[in-house]
């Protein structure tokens, strides 16, 4: 036997290809996005890097299910309106997830080539895919017949978006009511132009309204109408995916002086109001030149990287150490190559102001690791005996948010965490009231866009069989 | 990106006193749910800021909504060459926490500036709740006075006071004296910051409780972006959704002051811009 020819094995570069991304010193000068997607080309090198598993891995990974060995292999075939029909059928917002979902602990960690070298740039080709299709124009897909149920979407963000868009697939009337005056809830007002583009999020919308979903802005729900009002009036059933949108503060003196932001207002103000393009859009923003940004995660990320292309230089100062870090990988490299200095194992105390009200420094105190904590993380431990003081200009608070109380106030019987504020649901997304759904961050506390859409996706089903069901 | 439903018409305009006005939109969910204390949140147009407006009237038949505004700014002074049949780009509303409205017994309302288009709809609100109301009108000069009349017709009892004591009283002094001599169960204070800290360190000795309005600076106006953020009693609060109202005895009224001047140089240039380059839509007045 021992003439045995060895199997031909498949040539796969362990590299992924790069996607081309505009240089840090350049990009800190602008708002464009930093990140500049593959040409097809590059698209089809990398594609062709999939071994087309016959047990994909990667799908297991995915909230919404989206067909990756599928839509991958359309792209190595050049297919590309049938791929990105593919993906559309389990995810409304391919344009969206392509850029801001973290492939890299969801679809790509399950990668079998990953096991051998870089796992295939999922998100990547998707974003090629949803890119390709908004160059050249949409395919609507096929829609059930209309079962004459009415559903209410609240809130047209990650997660009432895909929800509306399924429930309209399945044949339901879909209303959208969204509070702010713009659609698509953390993508226009919290994710900056530089990594997400608003014109793709006005893109992915207008899908959603080709499909039909009937949407209104300028309405908050719980003041505009209350749940229990659109439940009598006319409402077969309802879906709450309003969101985290209420910011949290630290409780410590001096926080209502002038300069001091909560990463939400701060976010507000540039992507959503424009005001990085002051006067020529009406809303401000003062930013001082030093700049501390307090906290960790991706939206501290967001605030830092926007506090630098508005010329100010930034420290970030987070309590535990760079290991626990809760950001993208992707995202802490990406503002420490645009010049992003961290300040590892402090708090702030107090925040000091100067004569009018402004702040001018801050008091902090050094930190040090102990045991985890019920988040798995190390618990921060204040050294005595540390205090020191940072001088700045302007300080943006960006340590979580927590569910907008007015709907839970507005609405009698709907079970709600007593601290958190998030509404409470069941597998299916289902509240404690009849026919009421909710799901993404208000029922699970700041996460991400992709789980967020996973719920809006799961409770569209459950919807969907209790209407089909209802007498 | 005008939706469907939402036309946001002015069917009318009127000039209360010079750079006063007030505007009446087509916004009939609005109509439909305004309470007296509540608020709206105006943009004039696609590049335009976000500003907060405290309801003045609402006519729930015909689906409009009013609300006043001095012509301070940018924004206002151009919401001030606004015309009938002209459109906003987004009303949304309405905001904050309706007033508590009941039979209080004897109601004292004061009033000041362009605060006093709403506190007469609380005025009102509060006869119809079986109060007896006093009302007190104040304005820097007399010439800026409004809603006299009105203010007349409604209430059981009309002060004027003026800064400068060109018409009525000056300031807002005589209070002390009406407070020794008449007993009144309830206060209701709208105005500048400076006048309704003086009536509430007023009626504070005299033990009635003054509920005051705040008009901080807000983006959204629904509780995510908290510039609102007031402190009452030593507690962080959120003027858009724990108020806009909340008890003048116990609102840090410095702060709330030094708050609402964090942007003062933006708005300056923003307004002088304005100026310069004069209304876009061609339908300046002046």
Redesign the interface.
């Known amino acids: 036997m021992a003439e045995t020819k060895p199997k031909p094995k498949p040539k796969i570069k362990k590299e992924s290809v790069e996607m081309p991304k505009q240089k840090p010193k350049e990009r800190v000068k602008n708002f464009n996005e930093v990140a500049l997607g593959y040409t097809e080309e590059q698209a089809i090198e990398e594609a062709n890097r999939c071994l087309q598993c016959i047990k994909p891995q990667c799908v297991g990974g995915c909230p919404v299910e989206v067909p990756i060995p599928e839509f991958i292999k359309c792209i190595k075939e050049g297919k590309y309106a049938e791929g990105i029909a593919m993906i559309k059928a389990k995810n409304a917002l391919p344009a969206v997830c392509g850029r801001v979902c973290p492939q890299e602990e969801q679809c790509q960690v399950n990668c079998v080539v990953g096991r051998i070298g870089e796992p295939v740039s999922i998100g990547r080709l998707e974003r090629y895919l949803a890119d390709w299709e908004r160059e050249h124009g949409f395919q609507l897909p096929e829609k059930a017949k209309p079962t004459g149920k009415k559903v209410a979407v609240v809130g047209a963000g990650p997660a009432g978006l895909t929800a509306a868009a399924d429930l309209i697939k399945l044949g339901h009337e879909v209303v959208m009511f969204e509070a702010l005056h713009l659609p698509g809830g953390v993508l226009v007002y919290g994710i900056p132009e530089f990594r997400l583009p608003k014109v793709i999020v006005r893109n992915e919308v207008a899908y959603i309204e080709k499909l039909g979903a009937d949407l209104r802005v300028g309405n908050m729900v719980g003041r505009t109408h209350t749940i229990p009002e659109l439940m009598k009036n006319g409402f077969d059933a309802l879906f709450i995916g309003s969101g985290a949108g209420l910011p949290q503060f630290m409780g410590i003196p001096g926080e209502n002086l002038g300069g001091i932001y909560s990463a939400n207002e701060f976010l507000i103000r540039v992507n959503l109001m424009k005001s990085y393009k002051f006067p020529e859009y009406d809303t401000p923003l003062r930013l001082g030149k030093h700049v501390v940004v307090i906290g960790g995660g991706n939206v501290a990320m967001d605030c830092a990287r926007s506090s630098m292309r508005l010329g100010a230089n930034v420290c970030l100062l987070y309590r535990r150490s760079r290991e626990e870090l809760p950001a993208r990988h992707e995202e802490i490299e990406n503002a420490e190559e645009e010049g992003l200095v961290c300040r590892f194992l402090a708090a702030p105390l107090k925040f000091i102001g100067d004569e009018k009200g402004w702040v001018k420094a801050m008091e902090c105190q050094a930190m040090e690791l102990g045991q985890p904590d019920a988040s798995g993380r190390r618990r921060p431990i204040p050294i005595k005996g540390s205090e020191f003081t940072m001088e700045t200009d302007t300080v943006i608070i960006a340590i979580g948010q927590t569910p907008n109380p007015i709907i839970q106030r507005t609405t009698e019987g709907l079970e709600a965490h007593p601290r958190r504020g998030t509404i409470i649901v069941d597998e299916n997304g289902k509240t404690s009231l009849e026919g009421v759904y909710a799901g993404g961050d208000v029922a699970t506390g700041a996460a991400t866009v992709i789980s967020a859409m996973g719920m809006g996706k799961t409770a569209a089903k459950a919807i969907h069989e209790y209407l089909m069901n209802k007498k | ?1 005008r ?4 036309t946001y018409k002015i069917v009318a305009t009127k000039e209360l006193a010079p750079k006063e006005k007030l505007l009446e939109v087509e916004a009939p ?2 109509a439909a ?1 305004a309470q007296p204390g509540q608020f709206v ?1 105006v ?1 004039v147009d696609e ?4 500003i907060p407006l405290t309801i003045c009237g609402y006519d729930r038949a015909k689906g409009t909504v009013s609300f006043a505004f001095h012509e301070v700014g ?2 206002t002074k151009e919401l001030g060459v606004l015309c009938e049949g002209d459109c906003l ?7 904050g926490n309706a007033s508590e409205i009941k039979n209080y017994g004897k109601v004292l309302c004061v009033g000041g500036s362009i605060m006093i288009a709403p506190l007469l709809l609380q005025v009102k609100a509060m006869k119809e709740a079986g109060n007896s109301v006093t009302a007190v009108l104040g304005a820097r000069i007399k010439d800026v006075l409004m809603m006299e009349d009105e203010a007349k017709a409604m209430s059981d009892k009309l002060y004027i006071a003026t800064d400068d004591g060109s018409k009525g009283y000056q300031g807002l002094d005589f209070l002390k004296e009406l407070l020794k001599t008449e007993k009144f169960d309830h206060c209701v204070a709208m105005g500048p910051v400076v006048m309704m800290k003086t009536v509430s360190e007023i009626t504070k000795p005299f033990g009635i409780p003054t509920i005051i309005t705040v008009t901080p600076l807000m ?2 106006g ?6 609102c ?1 007031v ?1 009452v009693g030593g507690k ?1 609060k959120f003027g858009c ?1 724990d108020g806009p109202e909340f008890d003048g005895h116990q609102v840090d009224f410095e ?1 709330l002051v ?2 609402q001047r ?2 003062l ?3 300056r ?2 307004s002088v ?1 304005w100026e310069i380059g004069g209304c876009k839509c061609g339908r300046n007045k002046a």
């Open positions: 990106m939706r469907r439903n939402e969910d609005i749910k949140i943009i590049k335009g800021e976000r940018k924004t780009e987004n009303v949304t509303g309405p905001l983006v959204d629904m509780g995510m972006c908290g510039v953020r402190t962080m959704i702060e030094k708050r964090m942007f140089p933006e708005e240039l923003s811009l």
